[in-house]
């Protein structure tokens, strides 16, 4: 069986958790690091925002000052996703573009690597189910969305698992202009998004990573064997993080 | 319609897909530059930056833009959640608010 590296990279900051994400692409493609799955969480939780989003359209900064909240641009498309210390996860997958279980196409694409996360659901007792064009609901609620790039000949897909969304904090976090608004957007995000701690009573962080892992592999008939970042892809995400993701050009680019 | 100047913007929900936004400056019913931004996926990402200048020029009127953007969607590039014709609705219901 095909073996793919793990990585558990614990929480870390914003800039380092993209760098690391964009290092391990890089590393991937040239052949000097296998096929990897990461699950890492964000200290401080940050919301990140996908790579063609406006950063003053979708963030209230001063909120996210006093929250002591972090604000990065993904190198993926996508929405703003907050990643909340206490309640939320994320896996990305770097993988080579030629690797016979990706397909060309790109929705095609999410579903098969989002088979991975729908297993782990299962396997947690939550009947998850894929929703084009990059989401996972469960009771028809939103429970992961995710977002996928396709650059140096790999793809990049990462994402967000909820095992207890704050709502009316990760509201407070993004921008909407009219308080009705606001007030009407979280009513109906509570009937839309839902959390593992939410659908099951209660959600350990190490048995969701778990059910992950296995779920992966059974996704993709691979055996994931926990390694650690190599020297070359600290560095190069050390190198991201000063001249890319931590900085103004970047995060404010649009 | 009048001649159109200044700064316009509008939101634009594709449905069963993304949200798109743009903002543009219009000079005598000419785009002069325009920023489009939204929830949506294009491969390659820098992609949206050569849009963006593609459309810097154009006759605000929705055989213009809507001729500017198939070109662009011939160019090697592919968009998830949104397509050619959207962002021309996106662009011309500027006009409309």
Not at chain 1, 71 to 96: C, K, L, M, P, Q
Not at chain 1, 168 to 174: C, E, R, T
Not at chain 1, 186 to 198: A, L, P, W, Y
Not at chain 2, 39 to 52: R, T, V
Request: charged content about 30%.
């Amino acid at each position: 069986m095909e073996e793919w590296r793990l990585l558990l990279t614990g929480a870390k900051d914003a800039f380092t958790n993209m760098a690391i994400d964009e290092a391990v692409l890089r590393s991937v493609v040239k052949g000097e690091s296998k096929n990897t799955v990461r699950f890492f969480q964000w200290v401080p939780s940050t919301v990140s925002i996908g790579y063609f989003q406006g950063i003053d359209q979708e963030v209230d900064f001063l909120v996210c000052k006093n929250k002591g909240v972090d604000v990065v641009r993904r190198i993926t498309g996508g929405g703003a996703v907050f990643h909340d210390y206490n309640g939320e996860i994320t896996y990305s997958v770097a993988v080579n573009e030629s690797h016979p279980k990706i397909p060309k196409n790109i929705i095609d694409s999410y579903h098969v690597l989002c088979g991975g996360l729908i297993n782990g659901f299962k396997l947690l007792g939550l009947n998850a189910e894929f929703k084009p064009i990059n989401d996972i609901v469960v009771n028809s609620k939103k429970i992961s969305g995710s977002a996928h790039t396709r650059r140096f000949g790999g793809v990049l897909q990462h994402g967000t698992i909820l095992y207890d969304v704050n709502i009316n904090l990760m509201f407070s976090l993004l921008k909407v202009s009219d308080e009705k608004i606001r007030d009407k957007m979280i009513k109906s995000v509570e009937e839309r998004v839902t959390s593992i701690k939410k659908e099951k009573g209660n959600a350990d962080k190490k048995n969701v990573v778990d059910a992950m892992i296995k779920g992966f592999e059974s996704a993709l008939n691979i055996k994931l064997v926990e390694g650690k970042l190599s020297r070359e892809e600290i560095e190069i995400a050390e190198e991201l993080k000063v001249n890319k993701y931590g900085t103004k050009e970047w995060n404010f680019k649009r | 319609m009048g001649q159109r100047n200044g700064i316009l913007s509008a939101e634009y929900k594709v449905e069963g897909g993304k949200l798109l936004k743009c903002t543009l400056n219009v000079d005598s019913n000419v785009i002069s530059s325009i920023k489009i931004t939204g929830d949506f996926f294009m491969y390659p990402e820098e992609k949206i930056e050569s849009l963006e200048q593609m459309l810097a020029g154009v006759k605000m009127d929705e055989e213009s833009v809507r001729e500017k953007m198939n070109d662009f969607f011939k160019t090697d590039v592919q968009v998830v959640g949104a397509d050619a014709e959207d962002f021309v609705k996106l662009i011309m219901r500027t006009l409309s608010l």
